[in-house]
Nanobody
Framework: QVQLVESGGGLVQAGGSLRLSCAAS????????MGWFRQAEGKDREFVAA????????DVLDSVKGRFTISRDNAKNMMYLQMNSLKPEDTAVYYC???????????????WGQGTQVTVSS
């Protein structure tokens, strides 16, 4: 069993930065691929970024590529999403996720956090 808790969300002006953190419980954290998804009000949940269990492979949504960076620290059971040059369209609830196997863009992850709100004002 893995429990995920996000933090770091908030209100920021366009062009600003935030770093989301995801704290994971469980001894097998290093065996799970991890990801970030987001859901804006009235829209479907969408993939943002994913990282392999080792951290050696990452995948990022095209619209955030060059602005968002995903990383993890297996020794600390932590995953991060550094978000720079934020835009109003990045406003959403951001979810931390974990799954056995490969990091994928599908939302069939095994574990989900409760989400953290990111609001970008124009």
């Amino acid at each position: 069993q893995v429990q995920l808790v996000e933090s770091g969300g908030g209100l920021v002006q366009a062009g600003g930065s935030l770093r989301l953190s995801c704290a994971a419980s469980g001894r097998a954290f290093g065996r799970f691929a991890m990801g970030w998804f987001r859901q804006a009000e009235g829209k479907d949940r969408e993939f943002v970024a994913a990282i392999s269990w080792s951290g050696g492979s990452t995948d990022v949504l095209d619209s955030v590529k060059g602005r968002f960076t995903i990383s993890r620290d297996n020794a600390k059971n932590m995953m991060y999403l550094q978000m720079n040059s934020l835009k109003p369209e990045d406003t959403a609830v951001y979810y931390c996720t974990a799954r056995r196997g490969m990091a994928v863009r599908r939302n069939d992850y095994d574990y989900w956090g409760q989400g953290t709100q990111v609001t970008v004002s124009s």
